[in-house]
């Protein structure tokens, strides 16, 4: 560690750390450098224990919980961040930090009420974190409240944040609003086509624009986000997809050639599995001559899609109705 930020750790530690005695105080201060030593070098148990005894040794240093979340967050361990967090606000009501961790632990951990809460208390402290202010719009659309979400989305954009990152997150915030008022779909649009001009390799804002297309029955658009997504980042969801638009296209040998691409990416991969039985099924329906060589193909498809995963009741009944009657 450079000395500087030795003595930044020191300093904060004795601001922070909570007026009840110099004793108390400084005998936390070893274990939470030795902690915050740790951390840098990558040995996250041992800062960890450190942090630990630090608190233990002095229960009002909020920088020694703020730490500790940290690295619980790191880990994925949301609840005992949430708790570090939770401490550390109660002990500093003005840490933004805290409040600003607590808020996104809470969304990992799939309580947005609680999150919006959080980020609410570290506006207070910072009106003016865009960071905040987008967390905040994500957070309330994920509670259900997407237009609640635009409100805090424009202040984050006026604050200054423009990143791709940023317009994929708006972009999902009015295709969410879209579900209530369709007319918002055009701004979700505008925003997805933002962020990928910024940085196209974003599979999932790829999906979620080619998803409005869908949900607009403009499936030639659509194939074509998706043609796009698959060369720059394929995947088989992607491609399961865009065989999905040919075949509401009609064009079924190119939706057979993209499903068959999805299955290389991952070959038990069901909705792929499906749509190569929906779409044989289809052939055969509409050349009788080859009616049974590619019923077969289809039912085979959709055996196959059952063998992994039997709670199926629709390609049950598809299977069924197109099987050939058994032999008495």
């Known amino acids: 560690m450079d000395p500087k930020s030795l003595v930044r750790w020191l300093c904060l530690a004795v601001f922070l750390g909570g007026f009840v005695g110099c004793a108390q105080r400084n005998a ?7 902690g915050q030593l740790a951390a840098e070098k990558g040995q996250i148990a041992q800062a960890i224990r450190e942090l630990t005894l630090a608190i233990k040794r002095n229960p009002q240093m909020v920088v020694a919980y703020e730490a500790r979340g940290d690295l619980y967050k790191k880990q994925g361990r949301y609840h005992l961040a949430a708790s570090d967090y939770q401490h550390a606000t109660s002990l500093n009501p003005f840490s933004f930090h805290s409040f600003f961790e607590l808020g996104q632990v809470y969304q990992q951990l799939r309580r947005y009420i609680a999150a919006i809460a959080a980020y609410q208390h570290a506006l207070q402290i910072n009106p ?3 960071r905040t202010s987008l967390n905040l719009a994500v957070a309330y659309t994920q509670a259900g409240h997407p237009f609640r979400g635009i409100l805090y989305a424009n202040r984050a954009v006026q ?3 423009n990143s791709f990152a940023t317009w994929a997150n708006i972009g999902t915030i009015y295709s969410q609003a879209a579900k209530h008022d369709p007319a918002y779909r055009r701004r979700a649009i505008h925003y997805f086509k933002q962020s990928l001009e910024i940085k196209p390799h974003q599979p999932q804002v790829y999906l979620n624009l080619a998803q409005i297309y869908i949900d607009e029955h403009r499936f030639d658009q659509a194939s074509r986000v998706f043609r796009t997504g698959a060369k720059l980042a394929g995947s088989s969801l992607i491609c399961e997809r865009l065989g999905y638009c ?11 050639a993209a499903y068959q691409q999805s299955l290389k990416y991952q070959a038990d991969y ?4 499906n749509g190569m039985g929906v779409v044989y099924m289809t052939i055969a329906l509409q050349h009788h001559r080859h009616w049974r060589t590619v019923r077969t193909e289809a039912i085979s498809y959709w055996k196959r899609s059952l063998k992994i995963d039997p709670q199926q009741s629709l390609i049950q009944h598809l299977v069924k109705k197109f099987a050939p009657a058994a032999k008495p």
């Open 128 to 130: 003016k974190d865009a």
């Open 246 to 256: 040919y075949y509401r296209l009609g064009k079924l040998h190119q939706a057979l």
């Open 28 to 34: 936390g201060l070893k274990p939470y450098v030795t």
């Open 159 to 161: 604050n200054g944040s």
């Open 270 to 273: 069901v909705p792929a599995i």
